[in-house]
């Protein structure tokens, strides 16, 4: 079992920064890859950013290429998303969720293990 907790979710003027965290305890951090993910009212859950167990490799969706990025710390079991330039359209709550490595990160279905989210607003 991997317990993951995200914070650093809030309200930010169109343009500005959030930098999220994801804090995870349980089983051995460095075994999992990590995603990102967003809900918007109304919405299916969706693709964000995911980086593999060493963080030497990472995805993002097409909508944040260039303004997100993904990282993790294995030291301190926490994975982070460093979101720039953002926009009203990534309004929503923001989980982070573990997979195990080798499987495919793009979709919410086969993760095994979920944050209770975060919520970010950006207003313009």
């Known amino acids: 079992q991997v317990q993951l907790v995200e914070s650093g979710g809030g309200l930010v003027q169109a343009g500005g920064s959030l930098r999220l965290s994801c804090a995870a305890s349980?089983?051995?951090?460095?075994?999992?890859?990590m995603g990102w993910f967003r809900q918007a009212p109304g919405k299916e859950r969706e693709f964000v950013a995911a980086?593999?167990?060493?963080?030497?490799?990472?995805y993002y969706a097409d909508s944040v290429k260039g303004r997100f990025t993904v990282s993790r710390e294995n030291a301190e079991n926490t994975v982070y998303l460093q979101m720039n330039s953002l926009k009203p359209e990534d309004t929503a709550v923001y989980f982070c969720?573990?997979?195990?490595?080798?499987?495919?990160?793009?979709?919410?279905?086969?993760?095994?293990?979920w944050g209770q989210g975060t919520q970010v607003t950006v207003f313009s």
């Open positions: 980086i593999n167990w060493s963080g030497g490799n990472t």
């Open positions: 349980g089983r051995t951090f460095s075994n999992y890859a």
């Open positions: 969720a573990a997979n195990l490595p080798g499987r495919e990160l793009v979709r919410a279905g086969m993760y095994l293990y």
